[in-house]
Antibody, heavy 118, light 111 residues
């Protein structure tokens, strides 16, 4: 059974960089599939942030432009998200998920709430 | 404003049938990209409900079904139960945006 667990600071100051890690168990991230990040602002809908292929190739939501960096640590079986220059609009629950190029995302982490505030 | 359009809310009485629509355009659903549906119970992460337009993952009751036609897709829930009260999201891929897109979500209320 694939399990995903997000972790990271729950509070980030405006203009700083949000950093989250997703620990994957039950499956090697270097074997196959895409590993994605999706976020959900409080009381709002889901927004895809970006995805990484098991080879290390990434593709991101154009609306987030160059603020997003997704990387992997195969030795720890983890994927990471960095979102730079954050504002209050980046306050959300951040999910990591296992999926394919175009979806679906079949396994999700429980989510990590990140608040952007000074 | 979401690329895929869903009604904000739907409701139905226990035992009834409800449908949730998901309207896209020629660069996503209309281009032939598959539609997937997720159920999000209050306080929980989304759960895959329907994949590839109409396929139910193991463990999903057959009360849930999906369909797709043209630039739209639908999720149908029959024999509505109180435990079905949740938010439902559709998801596809958009070739002009080169990325995954979600609908705005639909809140299902069981009366």
């Amino acid at each position: 059974q694939v399990q995903l667990q997000e972790s990271g600071p729950g509070l980030v100051k405006p203009s700083e960089t949000l950093s989250l890690t997703c620990a994957v168990s039950g499956y090697s991230i270097s074997s196959a599939y895409y590993w994605g990040w999706i976020r959900q602002p409080p009381g709002k809908g889901l927004e895809w942030i970006g995805s990484m292929y098991h080879s290390g190739a990434t593709y991101n939501n154009p609306s987030l432009k160059s603020r997003v960096t997704i990387s992997e640590d195969t030795s720890k079986n983890q994927i990471s998200l960095k979102l730079s220059s954050v504002t209050a609009a980046d306050t959300a629950v951040y999910y990591c998920a296992k999926g394919t190029t175009q979806g679906p995302f079949d396994y999700w982490g429980q989510g990590a709430l990140v608040t952007v505030s000074s | 404003q979401s690329v895929l359009t869903q009604p904000p809310s739907v409701s139905g009485a226990p035992g009834q049938r409800v449908t949730i629509s998901c309207t896209g355009r020629s660069s996503n659903i209309g281009a032939g990209f598959a539609v997937h549906w997720y159920q999000q119970l209050p306080g929980s992460a989304p759960k895959l409900l329907i994949s590839g337009n109409s396929n139910r993952p193991s463990g999903v009751p057959d009360r849930f079904s999906g369909s797709k036609s043209g630039t739209s897709a639908s999720l149908a829930i029959t024999g509505l139960q109180a435990e079905d009260e949740a938010d439902y999201y559709c998801q596809s891929y958009d070739s002009s945006l080169s990325g995954v897109v979600f609908g705005g979500g639909t809140k299902l209320t069981v009366l």
